[in-house]
């Protein structure tokens, strides 16, 4: 491994071994459960909405170190953001996870994500990296038709 990869698997760890806003929390509009089989990994998933910003997001998983690390890692950048914001990023961390590792990051956006440009050359392991990320657009999504609901009951 190069300084850089060295560097990245760290963050990798790091995330790891103290999961960033990890637990259930109240309140939430929307709770999932995402698999993903080829490896084993699993998270639950909450999504509380204050308007369009991503008030909060909190999980429990249990899997491997790249998808629990990951589902950290999203937590930190779309926590705070506009829900525009935070799909734009996402956007961007699955653009990268299908490059093949042929995709310059831009740090200052994705910051500790950028951590798992090593992992988009191992295609059995992005499904593990998608994860969480997976979960939290889905969970924005039904929290967004569950606002919707609340607010026109026809
Ligand atoms: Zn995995």
């Not at 910051?111 to 994860?131: H, W």
Request: charged share 25%.
């Amino acid at each position: 491994m190069n300084g850089v990869e060295e560097m990245y698997a760290e963050i990798i760890l790091d995330h790891y071994r103290t999961k960033h806003h990890s637990g259930l929390r109240e309140p939430y509009q929307a709770e999932v459960s995402h698999v993903n089989p080829s490896c084993g990994d699993e998270v639950q998933l909450r999504v509380a909405l204050d308007g369009d910003v991503v008030a909060d997001v909190s999980y429990s998983g249990v899997g491997c170190s790249i998808s629990q690390a990951s589902t950290s890692v999203m937590t930190d950048l779309v926590i705070g953001r506009s829900i525009d914001e935070a799909m734009g990023l996402a956007a961007d961390f699955s653009d990268m996870m299908h490059s093949a590792g042929r995709y310059t990051p831009d740090e200052d956006r994705l910051e500790d994500a950028v951590a798992f440009i090593g992992v988009a050359q191992f295609p059995a392991r992005v499904k593990c990296a998608l994860l969480g990320w997976s979960a939290f657009k889905d969970a924005t999504a039904k929290a967004l038709a569950a606002t919707a609901a609340k607010e026109d009951p026809r």
